[in-house]
């Protein structure tokens, strides 16, 4: 079996611990140890680990996201990257081009599409066995449906012919009102969960009908021309034989602060003090400073240094339009090499605070635009610019003219004050270079 894991999201519902680079699934919040916590990423990939060690696994993600990612996995884990966002199906297609062409896979093989994120019981991913199984010649696609728990307005319905754990499906609907939520659970409905089964050359095929390509070179080359559409839109809705799969387990879909509270070990993370007048509070704090609450009930507190949220949970899930007006640098990233951190930003300049993991490097690369400063204020390691090697220590200071090629080699942790100075200072001014040989 071939997992493929869907990793996008442009993070705006969980501000201001999620931005374009770090959606929720990067978001550290589940408690491992009594001062380490792990992300919706690492939880979701050692439970299918659980279940299955040897189980090939894809995931899907957006450039963006490609350098924090790589943070998280091990190299048994294959990375497919989109160049651009386009959507469920071209992500899928592509994904599914990737296991055929790069990995060598057969196209008879079985696999399951999954989010990267829910919140589930390991039976969840013990089902997936069930769910390959429903797969024929008869039948080319497989959905997992979700029993409801309540009358959502946030999904999409698939309704069965039959309440039995294995059905035919009849049809789909879209995100209903809440009484047309409760008619359909009544007449044994399920969510949508976005967990589907094929054989490999169904996708394939697919995305040559659709698409107009199915190699992965190709689909790679012109995806900025891809068609924009939700795997529901291009594939399930059109197709007339579906088996659906009910889950019966715990599901959850943490996209919100409100629903994601619900599973959070702690209800404090970071410098946070609250006093007994707080009730069913939540308060992430990633920031240095300390925060204090007092009197706060229902509430969610977060802060970043992208920002700081104070809601009501309830009103925590209409977040979205305000963020959307908010027009800023991102603040915070996490990097395969590191992180940064912006600390101050002027009309022409910049400061940002860079933390390179041991033994791990800066591409090595030029700007057009900018010159920087660095500051070494914690570390050892050794500089390149232009060619030339030279070895760094606390307190050095080093002076990148515009248009040098350089980068940082860290021996040990390093930590860099980088002071970026110039009238367009642009994240996309970088040109990036083969390391010079030695």
């Not at 429903?134 to 039948?139: A, E, G, Q, R």
Request: glycine residues 6%; aromatic residues 10%.
């Amino acid at each position: 079996m071939n997992i493929v894991l869907l990793s996008g999201g442009s993070g705006k519902r969980l501000w201001p611990l999620s931005n374009d680079i770090r959606s929720k699934q990067f978001i550290k919040i589940f408690k491992t140890t009594e001062d380490q916590y792990e992300s919706m990423l690492q939880r979701t990939l050692k439970q299918i680990r659980r279940i299955n060690d040897d189980l090939s696994i894809v995931v899907a993600t957006s450039k963006t996201q490609e350098t924090i990612l790589k943070k998280y996995i091990d190299d048994s884990i294959s990375i497919s990257v989109e160049p651009y966002r386009r959507n469920t199906f071209p992500s899928i297609a592509l994904a599914a081009a990737y296991l055929h062409d790069i990995k060598k896979v057969d196209s008879n093989e079985p696999v399951v599409v999954c989010p990267v994120d829910p919140y589930v019981e390991d039976s969840f991913f013990i089902q997936f066995n069930e769910l390959i199984k429903l797969i024929s010649n008869d039948t080319p696609l497989a959905l997992m449906g979700i029993q409801p728990t309540y009358p959502s307005e946030k999904y999409g319905y698939i309704i069965p012919f039959s309440t039995e754990s294995v059905s035919k499906v009849k049809t789909f609907k879209e995100k209903p009102d809440e009484q047309t939520a409760k008619q359909y659970i009544e007449a044994g409905a399920l969510w949508n969960g976005g967990v589907f089964a094929f054989k490999l050359s169904y996708v394939l095929d697919k995305a040559q009908q659709t698409l107009g390509f199915s190699s992965y070179n190709d689909l790679l080359h012109n995806y900025e021309s891809l068609t924009n559409i939700s795997f529901d839109y291009a594939v399930v809705e059109h197709e007339s034989n579906i088996k659906v799969l009910r889950y019966n387990g715990e599901w959850k879909d943490v996209g919100t602060w409100n629903t994601l509270t619900e599973v959070m070990d702690n209800h404090y993370i970071g410098k946070v003090q609250a006093d007994e007048t707080c009730h069913n509070l939540h308060v992430i704090n990633e920031s240095d400073l300390p925060i204090i609450c007092m009197g706060l009930n229902d509430a969610i507190v977060a802060a970043s240094p992208e920002g700081i949220l104070v809601s009501d949970k309830n009103k925590s899930s209409y977040i979205k339009p305000f963020v959307e007006n908010i027009h800023q640098h991102i603040r915070f990233a996490e990097k395969s090499w590191g992180s940064f951190k912006v600390i101050d930003v002027g009309d022409d300049n910049l400061t940002i605070k860079v933390t390179l993991n041991p033994n791990h490097k800066m591409n090595y690369h030029r700007h057009k635009y900018r010159r920087e400063v660095w500051t070494v204020v914690e570390g050892t390691g050794l500089t390149i610019i232009d060619g030339v090697k030279k070895s760094l220590n606390h307190g050095d200071i080093v002076e990148l003219p515009v248009g040098c090629k350089h980068t940082v080699i860290a021996e040990t942790k390093m930590v860099i004050i980088e002071v970026q100075l110039g009238k367009d200072i642009d994240v996309n001014d970088k040109v990036i270079f083969d390391f010079p040989n030695y």
